[in-house]
């Protein structure tokens, strides 16, 4: 395969990928913005939980999904003899592992850089979107507190013991 066809191939696949990561982030948006404030701390810290193990499963979904696309174009494209093969390659790679004990055919590789790549900032982008959900979990966890009248404990003085 020609440079300029596998950076097609590869410019049709990294859209599909990001197509897929953007819907499935706006799915989860979705799912988590049902999040509702509770009357008592122990439902807000089971929702809190709730939330976050959803969010964590759906962008492991999520990146599983695009990890098969990538398979399924290796296998496609005859780069490997079977659909485990083509998996355990583009898995590796799309986490940037790169065992290297699995190599693409030459007239391909360029196509395992740019899965490379493309795992990376879909995994930095899903990084960014835990992080906005935990955060915003801490926030709603603090406007409980102050909403029905706990304080958190004060910071210990500097330079001595905290208190007792």
Do not use: C
Request: cysteine-free; hydrophobic content about 55%.
């Amino acid at each position: 395969m020609t440079l300029i066809t596998q950076l097609a191939v590869a410019t049709l696949i990294v859209g599909a990928t990001v197509i897929v990561h953007l819907i499935g982030l706006a799915m989860l948006l979705a799912v988590l913005r049902r999040y509702r404030r509770g009357a008592v701390r122990s439902v807000v810290v089971l929702r809190n939980s709730a939330a976050i193990l959803v969010g964590a499963f759906g962008l492991f979904a999520l990146h599983a999904m695009e990890i098969w696309i990538w398979a399924y174009a290796f296998y496609g494209l005859g780069a490997f003899a079977d659909f485990e093969l083509s998996l355990y390659f583009s898995t590796s790679t799309y986490v940037t592992i790169g065992y290297g004990d699995v190599v693409l055919p030459a007239g391909l590789r360029i196509l395992g850089a740019i899965e490379g790549a493309s795992g990376i900032i879909l995994i930095g982008w899903s990084t960014a979107f835990f992080f906005s959900i935990v955060d915003r979990m801490k926030l709603l966890e603090r406007d409980f507190d102050s909403d029905h009248g706990h304080q958190p404990a004060p910071p210990p003085p500097e330079g001595g013991p905290p208190p007792a």
